[in-house]
């Protein structure tokens, strides 16, 4: 079993594109029985799978209860691929993870949750607190988005920084350009001075997941978005084989 969080602290970078896409990759090209676990109150994931978030609101039950997560977790309509979605109730997540005190209390669900799923991702909101101390402390790895820029590595730097603020003992952090455009000037350079960083290109067909409510590869799989996440995909599997 492995956990892999998409994390950064800024809002905007890809993040719930990366980690719906990446989970589908895993279910449908990998065939790993996969959970997506949505951290975000605001509940892009589900969105973008095409499920609606239930009235009843409880999905911080799981963590600061530890209620059964079998109760709210959601097949997704892809083979092997659920989802353990988010509502209003993770708004006050992180008040919760300070109330209990347990440092480690997603890494313990995620552990239980690994006799069922191979492969659990997180879709983090763009926070630096309690929340993302806990998802760091539960994850194998960590995948930052990062819209290119000449100061993409300054960018990632701080991240790393901030991860390390938080736990001395983290996972790999791997550093992904977002939404890379080669014709643009800047982006070109953000890829010249990043040469080894994987990259997902900015694609109108990966855009169009958020209208469709549906992964790339399942609906374009030939298309250059699709082909990334799997390359992406292929990277992120090649590297936990080695931890
Ligand atoms: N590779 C891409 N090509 C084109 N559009 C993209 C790409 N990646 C993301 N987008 C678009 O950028 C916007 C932000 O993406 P997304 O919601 O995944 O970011 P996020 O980091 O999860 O944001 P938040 O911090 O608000 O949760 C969305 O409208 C999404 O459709
Ligand atoms: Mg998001």
């Avoid at 607190?129 to 995948?143: G, K």
């Avoid at 000449?150 to 920084?161: C, G, K, N, Q």
């Avoid at 001075?193 to 694609?203: D, L, V």
Wanted: some cysteine; charged content about 25%; overall charge positive.
């Amino acid at each position: 079993m492995a956990v892999i969080a998409i994390y950064s602290v800024k809002g905007g970078v890809g993040k719930t594109t990366f980690a719906v896409n990446l989970a589908w990759c895993s279910a449908a090209i990998s065939r790993r029985t996969t959970l997506l676990w949505d951290l975000d109150a605001a509940g892009g994931a589900g969105f973008m799978l095409g499920i609606d978030p239930k009235k009843k609101r409880s999905a911080d039950e799981v963590i600061a209860r530890e209620s059964d997560p079998a109760k709210l977790i959601k097949s997704t309509g892809y083979k092997d691929l659920d989802l353990l979605p988010a509502d209003d109730t993770l708004r006050a997540l992180d008040r919760q993870f300070d109330r209990l005190g347990k440092k480690k209390q997603l890494a313990k669900i995620t552990g239980t949750l690994g006799r069922t799923y191979e492969r659990i991702i997180f879709d983090c909101p763009p926070v630096l607190n309690e929340t993302s101390a806990q998802v760091v402390r539960a994850a194998d790895l960590i995948i930052v988005p990062l819209p290119p820029s000449p100061l993409s590595s300054r960018a990632f730097d701080i991240v790393v920084d901030e991860v390390k603020e938080q736990t001395k003992k983290h996972p790999p952090i791997l550093p992904v350009l977002s939404m890379l455009d080669l014709r643009r000037n800047l982006h070109r350079e953000a890829r010249e001075q990043n040469p080894k960083w994987p990259a997902i290109p900015q694609a109108s067909a990966i855009e169009q997941c958020a209208v469709r409510r549906e992964p790339v590869g399942a609906f374009a799989p030939r298309a250059a978005g699709a082909r990334g996440f799997a390359q992406l995909w292929t990277a992120i599997e090649r590297k936990l084989a080695k931890l």
